[in-house]
Nanobody, 129 residues
């Protein structure tokens, strides 16, 4: 059974940093892409960053470019989201999600939410002054 577990969330002051791990278990070779998404109160879920596991290409939404970095540790089956220079508007529940190997590259690149079949439970990130 495929499973994703996020951790690392918390309360952070503006300008601070957090690193969110997403540990994957099960038949991870089934994955074609990994994405990080977030959902703020009263807002729709949005894509933050994604990685196409087939070619290593990485994508970011404009609002986090230069501040967030997605990376992976294959030995640990873990994907990370390093978040620097956090802003109050980054406050949200952050989810990692996986798309199957058959998912078109365009859908990984554009973080098409309904193309991601496996989701973690989410971790809360709160920016507070």
């Amino acid at each position: 059974q495929l499973q994703l577990v996020e951790s690392g969330g918390g309360l952070v002051q503006p300008g601070g940093s957090l690193r969110l791990p997403c540990a994957a278990s099960g038949f991870t070779s089934h994955f074609g892409g990994i994405g990080w998404f977030r959902q703020a109160p009263g807002k729709e879920r949005e894509g933050v960053s994604s990685m196409d596991l087939r070619d290593g290409k990485i994508y970011y939404v404009d609002s986090v470019k230069g501040r967030f970095t997605i990376s992976r540790d294959n030995a640990k089956n873990t994907v990370y989201l390093q978040m620097n220079s956090l802003k109050p508007e980054d406050t949200a529940v952050y989810y990692c999600a996986a798309a199957t190997y058959a998912t078109p590259r365009l859908y990984i690149a554009t973080m098409r939410i309904r193309s991601y079949d496996y989701w973690g439970q989410g971790t809360q990130v709160t920016g507070s002054s």
